[in-house]
């Protein structure tokens, strides 16, 4: 990963499609890894099964912690930074005041709104050890 004054050993959430079976595992991991006031979260990646069109392709959506991160730029009160230790770009809830400008910025979908806090949530590579990867049995997702 190449970010401007960053460190250049970080790990990546790397996405395999072809191994995906859309078991849906990495979306249960997340959401329990981001329990809140005892529930899960809504999870902060999404595996979607091609099944109707029997192509055997399956799509996993997830952060890609862009570069130049546009849900970044359309926040207005800086409440996404980017975790200099991961790499990741990370909500500060404290900070959010709900506008919702970095879920309609997203140029991927990859920002989620939960409808229940009232706030966006996103991959944040669970402070640098994702739960999607360590439960994914197809190992499409690998963190490395």
Known sequence: MKVEGLN???????????????CRNCEIACSFRHIKNGMPSPSRINAISD?????????????MQCDKAACVKACPVNALQR???????????????????????????NMKWDFVSSRPVKCDLCGGDPMCAKFCPEKALVYE
């Open 8 to 22: 250049t050993n970080i790990k990546l959430l790397n996405v395999y499609p072809y191994r995906c079976t859309a």
């Open 83 to 109: 975790n200099e230790s991961t790499g990741a770009i990370v909500h500060i809830e404290s900070r959010c005041i709900g506008c919702g400008s970095c879920v309609q910025a997203c140029p991927f979908g």
């Open 51 to 63: 099944e109707q069109k029997r192509q055997g392709k399956n799509i996993i959506v997830v952060c």
